[in-house]
């Protein structure tokens, strides 16, 4: 009897971790909301006024009312499936996600690993999404999205190593974000510490390739392949691919959060929850919207080039000093 | 279906006729490889209307309203030509005073245009704020074309046998301080293009065209400058007052998109160094004349349009219709030699070099 009810409990735990905080709702609203703030924000650095805040849920609320088309010569079963795929791996990180402060994520399961598989999704969605539509922009986009994300993968992979080798020590490595979490709250934030920071540098610059935004906006670029794979999509399919981008970026950027800058301000669950929506902000601020309106687009070998001389060597960097115990 | 049947590894991608990086309708057809563009189709025709059919059936005067439409950016020089053609026909003297004000018109017009052109190659490689900034400067000369001409992009400025308005002192001295913010910020934008790291390695060696290709081509304006060909209607075959008037030539040598840019870009403070140089110094004089009958014979004309060498050719039979109007337009030579340009670049350059002829497709295909 005590068994079933725990058993329960954890599973309404766990459903509540994924449709309501930190996935789910929460996820879905803050995602939303950073979307249109960076509109905004990019908005008024160009002297633009810039569409209301609120603009990206207009544009999901009209996308989800209207027919989706379905190209005749496109592989329907992959071409349907394509945007779930990529939302729900971003809604199971996003439930994984640990909020300093406020709460652990799924239990048992916030890992960097994991992480890094399923932060891979989306980028695999748009793939699927590109490859199965028939088009031939899709096409283009399939081929460039998959350079970027080996690109980006490159840099991403030695970071998670360098914080799990950093936290886990003598016992070699740790991957849990838990730990990630306390490790820091014992030893100082990992963006206080100069081993760290190349890391960090590394990471900024992982944060627009897997966002999508300019200088790396390469396989959806407007202006040379009209959007690449989202081309062929429209209604609710689409409106999915905005949500899962919405939640990509929370959880990117509370990943960034986590394991560099994860200090809360005392026990107020509403305080950390705010403070950490603010830190999120500002990394956006930081690695989105001031570099995307202060650059252009890359090609995409110079994209590739670009990752694996900077932000893969800074990783190193870090790795390297983790490994010699700096 | 094609790419099937021979089992390579090439694709084709259709891009146009309506795509966001065009300003206007062209098709390509790409036969691609991976990313790399290894034959390029060009297809035309999508904006045809027939217009040197319909300026046959209107007269003199409701052809210079015609030819004002042909075109939206040089909507100045169509009218322009039109005019120096029958005014070469019916050898009809213009004032200095409405050669000098069409000298202003055409300088103005031109600085809008290059500007227009290089903001939107800032839209294409994705630099959204530079291209709202270089936007932003243009909007002083926009101001300017509506203030002294009622209009932001026709203009109406010329007629057979002068021009239809004139400057004031107020003007004079509005047109003057908007060229002041004008250059100021123009400096600026030629700091950018020239230094901007995102913008070099987005642009050199992008869409390459040698000397001897341009010529071979007959490419005129801006393309055949930026690859160090000297060819410029105003310098080598003077018209209105342009012999009269201190400028230089622009040319760069670097053949590529980045040189076409800087050649358009350094241009426009040219145009405001002859803006600046008649604008104090417009002679006293009749804005017009009145016209004399037409006579039965041939005439053509030539000026240096924004984007190159216009001409326009007129017969008549001494009816008030005429009897042919044809002009050429410098995007026809230019369009021409994408293909050269195209030749093994890669996708993500193709609007950049479409781009970078400035092409006009309504002006090409009327």
């Not at chain 1, 890094?116 to 695999?124: D, K, S």
């Amino acid at each position: 009897m005590q068994d079933t009810y725990s058993y329960i409990m954890l599973i309404g735990a766990a459903l509540f971790n994924l449709l309501i905080f930190p996935g789910g709702l929460f996820a879905l609203g803050l995602g939303v909301l950073f979307k249109g703030l960076d509109r905004k924000i990019e908005a008024r650095l160009q002297r633009r006024v810039g569409p209301p805040v609120i603009q990206p849920i207009i544009d999901i609320i009209k996308l989800s009312g209207k027919e989706a088309m379905i190209p005749e010569t496109a592989q329907r079963p992959l071409f349907q499936s394509a945007p779930l795929i990529g939302f729900i791996g971003m809604a199971v990180c996003a439930a994984l996600l640990p909020i300093p402060g406020v709460s652990g994520g799924l239990p048992y399961m916030g890992d960097m690993l994991v992480y890094f598989y399923l932060l891979q999704l989306p980028a695999v969605a748009l793939m699927i999404a590109g490859s199965s539509s028939s088009s031939p922009f899709g096409t283009l986009g399939f081929s460039r999205e998959m350079t970027l994300m080996f690109a980006y993968e490159i840099p991403l992979l030695m970071i998670i190593l360098a914080v799990a080798m950093k936290v886990g020590g003598s016992n070699f490595a740790e991957f849990s974000l838990m730990n990630i979490i306390s490790y820091q709250e014992e030893h100082g934030q990992f963006i206080t510490n100069w081993v760290m920071i190349p890391a960090f540098l590394a990471y900024l610059f992982f944060l627009p390739g897997t966002m999508g935004v300019p200088p790396f906006d390469i396989p959806e670029a407007e202006t040379e392949i009209v959007e690449g794979p989202l081309l062929e999509y429209s209604g609710a399919s689409l409106a999915l691919f905005q949500l899962t981008s919405a939640i990509k970026n929370i959880v990117v950027l509370g990943f960034g959060v986590v394991i560099f800058f994860p200090m809360t301000l005392g026990g107020n669950i509403a305080v950390n929850i705010l403070w950490f929506a603010f830190k999120c902000f500002v990394l956006m601020l930081i690695s989105c919207t001031f570099i995307k309106s202060a650059t252009g687009r890359f090609r995409i070998e110079q994209a590739f080039g670009f990752y694996l001389k900077i932000p893969a060597v800074l990783a190193l960097i870090s790795l390297v000093l983790v490994w010699f115990n700096f | 279906m094609e790419t099937k049947q021979h089992e390579t590894k090439s694709f084709s991608l259709p891009l146009g006729p309506i795509h966001v990086a065009l300003e206007e309708p062209m098709y390509f057809k790409l036969e691609l490889e991976g990313e790399r563009v290894k034959h390029v189709d060009i297809t035309s025709g999508h904006v045809h209307r027939g217009m040197e059919l319909l300026a046959t059936k209107r007269n003199f005067f409701q052809n210079v309203v015609l030819t004002e439409r042909v075109c939206s950016l040089c909507s100045n020089s169509h009218p322009l030509t039109y005019c120096l053609a029958v005014e070469n026909l019916a050898g009809i003297q213009v004032s200095p005073k409405a050669q000098a004000l069409r000298v202003l018109a055409e300088e103005i017009k031109r600085t809008a245009s290059h500007l227009f052109n290089v903001a939107i190659l800032a839209h294409i490689i994705g630099y959204k704020s530079l291209f709202m900034h270089v936007m932003e400067v243009r909007e002083i000369m926009q101001d300017v074309k509506e203030t002294v001409y009622g209009n932001r992009m026709d203009l109406a400025a010329n007629c057979i046998g002068g021009v239809k308005y004139s400057v004031n002192l107020e003007l004079i001295e509005f047109i003057e301080k908007s060229l002041v913010r004008t250059e100021k910020h123009i400096k600026e934008i030629i700091d950018i293009y020239a230094t901007d790291k995102m913008i070099l390695r987005r642009t050199t060696n992008v869409g390459r065209i040698s000397a001897e290709d341009v010529i071979k081509y007959g490419l005129v304006g801006p393309v055949a400058r930026g690859s160090n060909v000297r060819i410029d209607t105003r310098k080598t075959a003077p018209y209105l007052i342009y012999d009269q008037l201190d400028f230089d030539m622009i040319t760069e040598t670097g053949c590529d998109v980045h040189s076409r840019a800087m050649v358009r870009l350094r241009e426009t403070l040219e145009s405001i160094k002859i803006i600046k140089q008649i604008i104090r110094n417009i002679p006293e004089g009749e804005l017009n004349t009145l016209l004399p009958h037409i006579p039965a014979g041939e005439a053509m004309a030539r000026s240096e349009a924004p984007r190159g060498e216009l001409f326009y050719y007129v017969r008549t039979d001494g009816t008030d219709m005429p009897l042919r109007l044809k002009w050429r337009v410098p995007s026809y030579m230019n369009w021409d030699a994408l293909e050269v340009m195209m030749k093994d670049c890669e996708v993500a350059d193709v609007s950049l070099i479409v781009n970078s002829i400035d092409p006009c497709v309504s002006c090409t295909e009327r």
